[in-house]
């Protein structure tokens, strides 16, 4: 028998015990530390973060001085870093936020991939780092070809794409050979076969510049864009960020236009004929989906009489599946008045109709239908995709064509779209040689800073018309032309005169990677979304995260405004050089202008 009395067995048995779950609670402890470092750090909520602005006090790592008090303002010390594993956020593209917030979506629709924003208590308030031994990126056109691994320290498409020629890692570099799911031997033979299969003169996709504006869905590593270039076109590459993660992240290291996107269920944020060519190799969509919707987006983007050059199994394989699918999407095309302009091998090219009449000659009752005057082609900010074809309007079919000049004609020539938003062919040339003379002003003053081949990427924040992009058609670069939502009709401007761009509305972070732009140019953005209520603050930590280190900002608004963002310049980094000056007035100055041209430093990531 044991020498302990039943009472003292229990009081025994009660200290184990207390002492278990002291032991228990320390390593609950002890596991909710190690756990949270793993998460990222919660962002400071607006009320902190307007807190932080308007006192004299430190909260989290924002760090403000009263400043220049006499002028009211606060200069903010230092905003604080993301942690490291932030270092890729897209915030409208974040599955992280998806399933935090709990939002339920439809997958088979590929909701889920489509922009979803977090709301304001929701986002991140603190500076995107680049991955540990970021690099200043591998300039252009070398960068076509070679990107610096530590920049995107993602090598998986290698190995999974290694029969295919997308990409190949040697050493600290990663390379693109050039070639692609359907085009193993390279995107530049695969884009010559497509213009012999058209008769194109010269087997030059570019049609002696009637090709010019591409969409490419699903554009893997954008291989097909990059090799469009040289033949003077410009493609819009477009591929969400899914399960081959940093395609697009890969595209714009590269130098090539590009950007987040998805055909889901909302309209492709482009106004209607925009594009002359749209191209899907092995994109892997289900195109006959609710009643041929997403080939219905594409008739809507395509300008009359533009292609459609489809690769995959479905075009040419004999298989029973491939043969209904191909049967059916031939049927349904032929409904929409597609023909077939080229067939060969694995790769059919469709044609848009050039006018009304086929439409007309259809059945009564044949599907799909005709959009009703009610529906507006041109809008594409959030609006659902409609199961109807786009008509051309009276003026449109009694011309039977776009009635644009070829490239490079274009970019200089008064579309016939001006019309519609009263402007005249007099304000668009004035407008022409004031971007002229503005680009002038902005290189003269960044002379000391930019070098050959400084800048590649380039964003114009508030494009308006495209003049500012026009002015820089000397110059290797390309601009994402981007257009407030309010502003929106004259995106169509922009694709007519041959330049590329997308609506957005900058109260929302855009649809691309961190360290995307070197040079972001924005007039009167600022002024246009203080009108709106919308935070000054958010913007410019938005315009930090796709701004690339050692990259420019060219902010052109009012002095009130400049003046308040030059208190946080050194809080961005931004101070890695800057100039404010006072530009001289001209036909579309604003009141009281001041110009700030900044470079962003290098940050280290935590």
């Known amino acids: 028998m044991s020498g302990r009395s039943e009472g003292g067995g229990a009081s025994y048995k009660k200290k184990l015990f207390f002492r278990f779950f002291i032991a228990l609670i320390a390593l609950l402890g002890l596991f909710s530390i190690y756990y949270g470092s793993l998460l990222p750090p919660r962002p400071l909520s607006r009320a902190e973060f307007d807190a932080a602005e308007r ?14 008090a006499d002028d009211g303002l606060y200069e903010l010390k230092s905003i604080p870093v993301c942690d490291a594993r932030l270092s890729e956020l897209i915030p409208c593209s974040d599955r992280h936020l998806i399933y935090q917030m709990k939002w339920k979506f439809n997958l088979n ?91 194109f ?30 033949l003077d076109i410009i493609a819009m590459s477009i591929a969400p960020n899914d399960g081959h993660e940093n395609q697009i992240q890969f595209a714009l290291e590269r130098g090539i236009p590009a950007t987040v996107g998805v055909l889901g269920t909302m309209r492709l944020p482009y106004p209607s004929r925009s594009f002359e060519l749209a191209h899907c190799s092995r994109c892997r ?6 009643d041929g919707v997403l080939l219905l987006e594409l008739d809507r983007v395509l300008r009359p009489g533009g292609y459609f050059a489809y690769s995959s199994p479905e075009a040419y394989s004999k298989d029973e599946e ?12 032929r409904r929409m008045c597609w023909r077939v302009a080229s067939k060969r091998n694995q790769t059919v090219i469709w044609v848009k109709a050039t006018s009304n009449s086929c439409y007309n000659r259809r059945a009564p009752g044949t599907l799909p239908p005709l959009c009703g005057s009610d529906v507006d082609p041109d809008a594409s900010w959030h609006v659902p995709m409609k199961a109807c074809i786009t008509p051309y309007s009276k003026k449109m079919h009694q011309e039977k064509g776009s009635g644009l000049v070829p490239w490079p004609q274009r970019l200089s020539t008064p579309p016939p779209r001006l019309q519609e938003l009263h402007i005249s062919s007099e304000a668009f040339f004035e407008d022409m040689e004031v971007w002229r003379r503005r680009v002038i002003q902005y290189w003269q003053e960044m002379k000391h800073e ?11 924040m508030n494009a308006k018309l495209g003049g500012f992009a026009a002015a820089l058609k000397d110059k290797d670069v390309w601009v994402m032309n981007v257009v407030p939502v309010n502003q929106s009709d004259t995106l169509k401007i922009i694709y007519d005169r041959g330049l590329i761009g997308t609506m957005h ?62 208190k946080f310049l050194t809080a961005l980094h931004w101070d890695g050089w800057s100039v404010v000056v006072e530009p001289g007035t001209d036909a579309i100055s604003q009141e009281e202008e001041r110009l700030l041209i900044a470079r962003k430093k290098m940050l280290e990531a935590h």
């Not at 929302?508 to 995307?516: L, M």
Request: hydrophobic share 35%; net charge negative.
């Open 322 to 333: 491939n043969l209904r699918i191909w049967n059916s999407m031939s049927d349904l095309l």
């Open 201 to 230: 003169p010269n087997d030059n996709l570019n049609n002696g510049g009637h090709i010019r504006n591409v969409i490419d869905v699903g554009c893997g590593v954008a291989s097909f864009g990059a090799y469009l270039l040289p």
């Open 450 to 460: 930019i070098e050959t081949n400084t800048l590649r990427n380039i964003m114009d």
């Open 55 to 68: 006192t004299d006090i430190v909260v989290g790592k924002f760090s403000l001085s009263a400043g220049d």
């Open 505 to 566: 509305d900058w109260c929302e972070s855009f649809s691309t990677y961190p360290r995307t732009y070197d040079l972001l140019h924005a007039w009167d953005v600022f002024s246009g979304i203080e009108n709106r209520g919308c935070s000054i603050m958010d913007l410019l930590i938005e315009m930090d995260r796709i701004l690339r280190p050692s990259g420019f900002v060219i902010i052109r608004d009012k002095t009130s405004l400049l003046d308040q963002i030059r």
């Open 109 to 199: 629709l590929m909701e889920h991939y489509e922009r979803h924003c977090p709301p304001e208590e929701r986002r991140y308030n603190c500076l995107i780092p680049p991955p540990r031994g970021y690099k200043v990126p591998i300039k252009w056109p070398a960068s076509r070809d070679e990107v610096w691994k530590v920049n995107i320290p993602h090598t998986h498409l290698a190995s999974e794409k290694s029969d295919q020629n997308w990409m190949v890692v040697r050493g600290d570099k990663i390379n693109f050979p050039g070639g692609g799911t359907h085009f193993h031997h390279g995107a530049d033979k695969y884009i010559a076969d497509l213009a012999k299969m058209l008769k």
């Open 285 to 290: 969509i289900d195109w006959l989906q609710r």
